[in-house]
């Protein structure tokens, strides 16, 4: 079967509601865009760039703003900054999320189950750790459409979930 790169996460449903707030942002950390995955650490939001624990508090990136939250900035690496020390981010809880699995291939079995996070350095994007099974993590819930990169038995397969409440902002 086919290797699928690790792509970023991706909201797909919203639960009952999307809800956003802004969060001031670590500026001596690693700048995020849209659709990253972000942590909070000692109050401050950084992109996550190493595997999360269940003392992690996660959100995603929000798209920039177009009523006032923070003007889009150019940044390094080709993510926006913003004016303030603060950005938009989404509240995960209860939300689907389509992300993309690590290095092992996805089994009928892994449906249902929970998995922690973990960081490709390749691309820079967070994905489903097939080979760390947790308490605390990202809930698999089912295969993404084959169109958009989902299949059984891939490596790097896209699959749908939720972030555990335990870990959302």
Do not use: H
Not at 19 to 44: C, Q, R
Not at 84 to 90: A, G, L
Not at 131 to 145: E, H, I, M, P
Request: charged share 20%; with cysteine.
């Amino acid at each position: 079967m086919a290797t699928i790169t690790i792509d970023s996460p991706r909201l797909v449903g919203f639960g009952e509601s999307i809800d956003t707030t802004l969060v001031d942002v670590d500026t001596t950390g690693t700048a995020f865009e849209f659709n990253d995955i972000v942590v909070m650490t000692s109050g401050k939001a950084d992109k996550l760039t190493a595997a999360s624990s269940a003392s992690s508090v996660i959100a995603l990136a929000a798209e920039p703003s177009s009523d006032g939250y923070y003007e889009p900035v150019a940044g390094s690496g080709g993510s926006f900054g913003s004016q303030s020390t603060e950005k938009q981010v989404i509240l995960l809880s209860g939300a689907e999320l389509e992300m993309s699995t690590g290095n092992e291939a996805l089994a009928q079995a892994d449906l249902g189950a929970i998995f922690a996070l973990g960081y490709d350095s390749t691309t820079g994007n967070a994905f489903v750790d097939l080979s760390a099974s947790s308490t605390s993590g990202f809930r698999v819930q089912r295969v993404s459409d084959p169109v958009y990169g989902g299949d059984l038995g891939d490596t790097g397969t896209r699959v749908v979930g939720i972030i555990t409440d335990d870990i959302c902002l």
